[in-house]
């Protein structure tokens, strides 16, 4: 009977032990994977997501410029109207994206730059040029609605094409959210720009 119980008490001990091992593994695994995953979510943008952040602010930046002579500038009410939602909806945009870009350990576009006016922004799809620029600021009245209008149409094309762009190749789930966000929001506001100059 002693034999048999120091027996049994070995194959006991083999068995706890085999136990906290077991366990230990298991718990060692999940650790790894939780360690793993980490920076996997910290990595989830790639380069588009960058090149999407860094053109987009400069982008929204010039639209707001835009937007901003209205009040003082535009005759209808339908066009400050327009102008006050495009920089409601496009400042915080620009913030946020800011901060994906810190986060990434990437530049921001410097803030304060006249982008109309910077010529590595002008090839931009939907961008102003300088003169373009320089002739909104002077309009006034019903000439300012129609060049108002006619360059936001096409500014706006532009960041939707970016943002089409940004959602076929981009990684990052915020930043192709965005993309969704621009591609509805601008795309309704064409329309309505259209409508305006009385186009189809």
Same mark, same amino acid.
């Given at each position: 009977?002693?034999?048999?119980?120091?027996?049994?008490?070995?194959?006991?001990?083999?068995?706890?032990?085999?136990?906290?091992?077991?366990?230990?593994?298991?718990?060692?695994?999940?650790?790894?994977?939780?360690?793993?995953? !980490?920076?996997? $979510?910290?990595?989830?943008?790639?380069? *588009?997501?960058?090149?999407?952040?860094?053109?987009?602010?400069?982008?929204?930046? *010039?639209?707001?410029?835009?937007?901003?002579?209205?009040?003082?500038?535009?005759?209808?009410?339908?066009?400050? !109207?327009?102008?006050?939602?495009?920089?409601? &909806?496009?400042?915080?945009?620009?913030?946020? %994206? #800011?901060?994906?870009?810190?986060?990434?350990?990437?530049?921001?576009?410097?803030?304060?730059?006249?982008?109309?006016?910077?010529?590595?922004? &002008?090839?931009?799809?939907? %961008?102003?040029?300088?003169?373009?620029?320089?002739?909104?600021?002077?309009?006034?009245? !019903?000439?300012?609605?129609?060049?108002?209008? #006619?360059?936001?149409? $096409?500014?706006?094309?532009?960041?939707?094409?970016?943002?089409?762009?940004?959602?076929?190749?981009?990684?990052?789930?915020?930043?192709?959210?965005?993309?969704?966000?621009?591609?509805?929001?601008?795309?309704?506001?064409?329309?309505?720009?259209?409508?305006?100059?009385? *186009?189809?």
């Amino acid at each position: 009977m002693t034999t048999s119980h120091a027996i049994r008490r070995a194959a006991l001990g083999v068995a706890t032990v085999s136990a906290v091992v077991l366990l230990a593994a298991c718990g060692g695994e999940q650790q790894h994977t939780g360690a793993h995953g !980490a920076p996997a $979510a910290a990595d989830a943008h790639n380069a *588009q997501d960058v090149t999407f952040a860094q053109g987009m602010i400069p982008h929204h930046q *010039q639209a707001l410029e835009m937007a901003r002579l209205a009040p003082g500038h535009a005759a209808s009410a339908e066009v400050k !109207a327009l102008a006050a939602r495009i920089e409601k &909806a496009q400042d915080p945009e620009i913030r946020t %994206m #800011t901060g994906w870009l810190k986060s990434w350990g990437e530049e921001p576009p410097m803030e304060g730059m006249d982008h109309s006016r910077h010529g590595g922004m &002008a090839g931009m799809s939907g %961008m102003m040029s300088a003169d373009d620029m320089t002739a909104l600021e002077k309009s006034t009245g !019903a000439d300012f609605d129609q060049r108002f209008l #006619t360059l936001m149409v $096409a500014h706006h094309q532009g960041a939707v094409e970016m943002a089409k762009t940004e959602k076929a190749k981009g990684r990052d789930g915020r930043a192709t959210t965005m993309a969704d966000d621009v591609i509805a929001a601008q795309s309704a506001e064409i329309k309505q720009m259209k409508g305006l100059l009385g *186009q189809k």
